[in-house]
């Protein structure tokens, strides 16, 4: 099926957005398809991947015609049920390859993380049919460069900034709440739909059991040997930003129900006793596979990612006592301040959940992974190793870029040699 009309008539640049699906289709085969003894589950999102801009892009399309708002976000703080509550859609936009770094460049220092440089590039270079079709996108004041980007990104997509606050104290939650209210009547004003309760509370119902969805899947990987594979999984958490919610949990519950067969018969995607490995830090937007990749072609296997496209962003649930719009709205506030993303200070809480990790998932290492100039997660590796005496840690500092691929690999070689 040819989706060009539809990428034409949302500017997209038809040669450049070639090339990038074929980059990427490669890019997968070697990745994903060479994967051995993968479950027959995962051809759900083998189909979405092989269909990115298309099959999704057309129901956003159609969505919009019937007047439905679609908003693009950046970050896990966006309380998404805001969204789906007014009958609007909310998409994770994605920042995890190099595309059009140079025309990022030209607006953004050079030195700055390439999650802000790649959700630029993207949009600058007209290549991801996300950001066009979205009516608005969502921001956050979350690290400084990203609050910093977001007043130029307003130049070329309008942007709401959301105040996320630094501290977690009573003060900080005051006004979180009160952003989150300042949000939904936001979101009433732009679609004309007036939250009701009962619309909050089935949005709410709506987001927590794709979360469910996505811990029952993650606690699968308690298993030795573990079912499914850390890359397989990592893929899965990045589609949950885009896929529509019911038709996604569907599916993961069903891999679920067949990655409990496997366990039953012992099966998994290496042999028992394979080294342990959870990964904490930075989010890894599709399609940033790397890390993920060097780690399971070298003879381990990731169980966890302590990570927003990992645990973080479902490790907590949103508990509906309320029994009014505003008390739901309170709710959601409290679920969305529990995350322990490292622009938080202190933040010690992450440490504790990196810990509670190792032990649940038996990890026997600790890989802290960092975007290069990301101030919050680089900086906050020295307190993860200062506390975590039980398993080996290794500290990566990476970029989108293929360059580094042979060193890394060399360092994780030498890592796993430590554990066996
Ligand atoms: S809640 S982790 S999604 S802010 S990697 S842009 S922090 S310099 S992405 Fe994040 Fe929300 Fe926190 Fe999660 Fe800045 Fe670091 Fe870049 Fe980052």
């Not at 949302?10 to 085969?29: P, R, T």
């Not at 007209?126 to 996108?137: H, L, S």
């Not at 993650?218 to 397989?232: E, Q, T």
């Amino acid at each position: 099926m040819s989706y060009e009309k539809m990428w034409q008539e949302l500017g997209i640049n038809l040669e450049a957005h070639d090339n990038l699906l074929h980059v990427l289709e490669g890019f997968y085969e070697n990745i994903y398809l060479s994967q051995k003894n993968r479950p027959e589950g995962m051809e759900y999102f083998d189909k979405v991947v092989s269909c990115i801009h298309g099959a999704r892009i057309q129901e956003l399309f159609k969505a919009k015609k019937e007047n439905r708002l679609v908003l693009g976000t950046f970050c896990v703080f966006v309380p998404e049920e805001i969204v789906w509550a007014a009958n609007g859609i909310c998409v994770g936009l994605c920042a995890g390859a190099e595309i059009g770094f140079e025309l990022a460049e030209e607006v953004l220092p050079r030195n700055i993380c390439p999650l802000i440089k790649a959700f630029f590039g993207f949009k600058l270079s007209k290549v991801c049919p996300f950001v066009e079709i979205c009516d608005f996108v969502v921001g956050e004041t979350t690290c400084d460069g990203k609050k910093k980007a977001y007043e130029i990104f307003n130049e070329y997509k309008e942007t709401y900034v959301m105040h996320v606050p630094q501290k977690k104290d009573k003060a900080s939650f005051d006004l979180w709440k009160n952003e989150v209210i300042n949000f939904k009547s936001e979101i009433e004003s732009r679609t004309g739909n007036k939250i009701s309760q009962d619309d909050l509370l089935k949005a709410i119902e709506l987001i927590n059991k794709r979360r469910e969805a996505l811990k029952r899947l993650n606690s699968l990987r308690k298993a030795d040997p573990p079912p499914i594979s850390g890359l397989d999984v990592l893929l899965i958490n990045q589609i949950s930003f885009y896929d529509d919610p019911e038709r996604f949990t569907a599916k993961v519950n069903e891999l679920c129900d067949e990655l409990e067969e496997r366990i039953k018969r012992k099966e998994g995607v290496c042999p028992p006793g394979t080294p342990r490995i959870i990964v904490s830090g930075c989010p890894m937007a599709i399609p940033n596979w790397k890390l993920h990749y060097l780690v399971e072609t070298s003879g381990a296997i990731i169980v966890g990612e302590e990570s927003c496209v990992g645990t973080r962003n479902i490790r907590n649930l949103v508990e509906p006592k309320g029994s009014n719009v505003e008390d739901l709205l309170e709710d959601i506030a409290s679920r969305y301040l529990k995350i322990d993303c490292a622009i938080f200070t202190p933040n010690a809480e992450r440490i504790e959940n990196i810990k509670s990790m190792i032990d649940e998932f038996s990890a026997h290492g600790l890989i802290n992974y960092s975007l290069k100039f990301c101030d919050p997660y680089t900086t906050e590796v020295y307190k993860v190793n200062k506390t975590i005496d039980k398993v080996p840690t290794l500290n990566i500092e990476t970029d989108y870029s293929q360059e580094d691929i042979e060193q890394l690999r060399t360092r994780i070689e030498a890592f796993l040699e430590i554990l066996k």
